[in-house]
Every structure is written in C-alpha cells, then in structure tokens.
C-alpha cells in the first residue's frame, strides 16, 4: 500500500486532527472497538500488547464504531473515561467511524481492500456463532464484529487481519506482530 493510508484525515478522542502518517515506522495494530460488548475485557489483553511491545515500535490503535448491535454509544469522552476507568487504555483512541455502515470511513475501506478475509484463530465457531444470531455480515469482506485487528507493517503495508475472537495473547497474533517488529 502507498502513502494513502498514512494520509486519511481522522480525529482523536480529544478532536484534534490527524493521520496516521504521525506513526510512520511503526508497527500499527488497528482494532475497531466496543463499550458494551461480549469482547469488551480484550481492552485489557490490547494495553497489555501495548506495554509489552511499544518499546520495539508497536502501536495498537483503538478506533470505537457502533455498527455492530450498536454497542459502542457514547460520546467520545465517555468512551474515554469508560476506557481509562475500567481498563486503564494508555494507548491512542479515535473517534467513532463507520466501519460496515454508509458511508464506510476511507480507513477501514483501505483496510479491508489490502486484506480482503480475516485469520481465525484454530477452532474458531465465531462467523457461526455472528450467524446464528442472525448478524453475519452482508458482504464476505466486510469487518465481523468488533475487535477485529489489522496489522500494518512498519512501511504502511496491511500485512494480516484477524477475527474478532483473536485475543491480544494469540500465538498466531504473537507471531505476525514479532515478523512486523522484525
């Protein structure tokens, strides 16, 4: 991927204007986020990731969407204060975007068109279990749920994406983020 992605205005928490050309270099692992979800407690595995690997380049960035059974609500400094409260979130967190809604935030349709399928980790019955509520989603690229995770290599290249149900101590997610570090 070139520079585009490096160029995709966005905002923080806060408001303030930026790109993520700000982290060039780095090693980005973007997650789509959720207050109110099963998968919520991942916010505690993702600061931990953080703690462990920020030293050698990682970055985990937290982007909050309500597209999925509209269980990330709140406005952007609840979602803060929930974040900061409850899971003691250091690492940097976006406003809510559109991830699966129209219109699809340019982000996350650059994301999804350089890693079209997500890896699941072994024994994996999410995209199952998303159906049998009745919550598959209308196009097979389309992001599952929340707390599905790209990872960004150090040149802005997507170089894997994994499901929802990939928690923040996965082998396989271990694995790509120490390739990524190199």
């Given at each position: 991927m070139n520079d585009s992605l490096y160029d995709i205005p966005l905002k923080n928490l806060d408001g303030r204007a930026l790109t993520l050309g700000e982290f060039r270099g780095q090693v980005l692992l973007i997650v789509n986020v959720a207050s109110k979800c099963g998968l919520t407690p991942q916010y505690a595995g993702l600061e931990a990731l953080f703690k462990a690997y920020r030293g050698r380049g990682l970055l985990v960035l937290g982007f909050p969407c309500n597209d999925f059974a509209a269980q990330e609500p709140g406005s952007?400094?609840?979602?803060?204060?929930?974040?900061?409260?409850?899971?003691?979130?250091?690492?940097?967190?976006?406003?809510?975007?559109?991830?699966?809604?129209?219109?699809?935030h340019p982000l996350y349709a650059q994301l999804i068109a350089a890693q079209s399928e997500a890896l699941a980790p072994a024994g994996s019955d999410f995209r199952e279990k998303l159906a049998g509520y009745g919550c598959s989603p209308k196009q097979p690229s389309d992001v599952l749920w929340n707390f599905e995770k790209f990872l960004v290599d150090r040149r802005g290249q997507v170089a894997q994406r994994f499901t929802p149900d990939t928690t923040a101590d996965d082998p396989a997610l271990i694995a790509a983020i120490e390739a990524a570090l190199g």
């Amino acid at each position: 991927m070139n520079d585009s992605l490096y160029d995709i205005p966005l905002k923080n928490l806060d408001g303030r204007a930026l790109t993520l050309g700000e982290f060039r270099g780095q090693v980005l692992l973007i997650v789509n986020v959720a207050s109110k979800c099963g998968l919520t407690p991942q916010y505690a595995g993702l600061e931990a990731l953080f703690k462990a690997y920020r030293g050698r380049g990682l970055l985990v960035l937290g982007f909050p969407c309500n597209d999925f059974a509209a269980q990330e609500p709140g406005s952007a400094e609840e979602i803060q204060d929930f974040c900061t409260m409850n899971y003691g979130v250091d690492f940097p967190m976006f406003e809510k975007l559109n991830i699966n809604s129209a219109p699809r935030h340019p982000l996350y349709a650059q994301l999804i068109a350089a890693q079209s399928e997500a890896l699941a980790p072994a024994g994996s019955d999410f995209r199952e279990k998303l159906a049998g509520y009745g919550c598959s989603p209308k196009q097979p690229s389309d992001v599952l749920w929340n707390f599905e995770k790209f990872l960004v290599d150090r040149r802005g290249q997507v170089a894997q994406r994994f499901t929802p149900d990939t928690t923040a101590d996965d082998p396989a997610l271990i694995a790509a983020i120490e390739a990524a570090l190199g």
